[in-house]
């Protein structure tokens, strides 16, 4: 099921709707542009929630995501002399 966007126009609501969504609350996967957090609440008080949270973001190319969890994050390279 789809859920609605959030508002852009309240950013407490856009805040609560995002925060409170099933991945966020199973330890999953948070998506999003960075645009639709410039729109919602704005990316610095965005960055200070994830981390109040305790959890890790990453941006690249205009999307966010967010380890929704505190379990470090480690970015995976091939390992030299593997044959990769």
């Known amino acids: 099921m789809k859920h609605a966007p959030p508002l852009p126009d309240d950013p407490d609501a856009w805040l609560a709707q995002v925060f409170n969504s099933a991945p966020v609350r199973n330890g999953g ?3 999003s542009s960075v645009q639709a957090v410039r729109d919602g609440p704005g990316m610095d008080r965005f960055v200070r929630e994830v981390h109040h949270r305790g ?30």
């Open 29 to 31: 996967i948070l998506r």
């Open 55 to 84: 959890f890790r973001a990453l941006e690249n190319s205009g999307h966010i995501i967010v380890f929704c969890n505190r379990k470090p994050v480690e970015m995976l390279r091939p390992v030299p002399g593997n044959g990769d």
